[in-house]
């Protein structure tokens, strides 16, 4: 069985700029997740799909933060204008109906300078 | 909310030695519980879940124990192997049946071989 995929796995840009990432999760899984990870911390929950509809974005900062799941299957994450502490990596996970395990991508590094 | 910056709690075990790491969770109403092990680079990999009508789980090598009186769950590695060399982290469901995770701080395990 295929993995999370995400796509890129390193991306770099300044401050002020926009970037997009992507996410592919497991087929069939209805639910799916995007957190932010900074560097020594455990990931925060940023959204949550439930097939394309939002069930939870309470932590997502909408003022440059968007996501969206138009087909309820790959997600994208926005962010523009980025800022410095937005340096992280993002990570998407999906999960199964009835289980509680959510299963990770490798995640997108990114770094704002 | 609960930052540690770049430094996260370290346990340094001898290889065939048992490790334990723990976890303390903040909400009394959560009613699922994941351990996940984090290697560099690379998303969250699951090791073990537990209910919170149970106190016990035993996996390969892995046994979760959950006292819900002090909120605290445990993580019992047995045998440790230089693989097992990664940081962990515990989560917690507060969503109720949305499974929104609650990430702990994360221990670093380094086994020496």
């Known amino acids: 069985e295929a993995g999370v995929a995400q796509s890129p796995r390193y991306k770099i840009i300044e401050k002020r700029q926009s970037v997009a990432f992507w996410c592919n999760p497991i087929s069939g899984h209805a639910t799916l997740y995007w957190y932010q990870q900074i560097l020594g911390q455990g990931p925060k929950l940023l959204i949550q799909f439930q097939n394309n509809g939002v069930v939870d974005d309470s932590q997502l900062p909408k003022d440059r933060f968007s996501a969206e799941r138009l087909k309820g299957v790959d997600s994208t994450l926005k962010i523009q204008p980025a800022k410095l502490e937005d340096s992280a990596v993002y990570l998407c996970?999906?999960?199964?109906?009835?289980?509680?395990?959510?299963?990770f991508g490798p995640g997108t590094r990114l770094t704002v300078l | 909310g609960e930052s540690v910056g770049l430094h996260l709690p370290t346990l340094s075990v001898q290889e065939g030695d048992n490790s334990i790491i723990n976890c303390a969770y903040s909400?009394?109403?959560?009613?699922?519980f994941i351990w996940y092990k984090q290697e560099s680079g690379k998303g969250p990999q699951f090791i073990i879940d537990?209910?919170?009508?149970?106190d016990k789980r035993q996996g390969q090598r892995v046994t979760v124990l959950l006292n819900k009186t002090v909120k605290h769950l445990s993580l019992q590695i047995a045998a440790t192997q230089p693989g097992d060399s990664a940081v962990y982290f515990c989560a917690e469901n507060s969503g109720a049946g949305s499974y929104q995770l609650t990430f702990g701080k994360g221990t670093k395990l380094s086994v020496i071989p």
């Open positions: 537990i209910r919170s009508n149970m």
């Open positions: 909400n009394s109403a959560s009613d699922y």
């Open positions: 996970a999906s999960k199964a109906g009835g289980s509680g395990e959510q299963f």
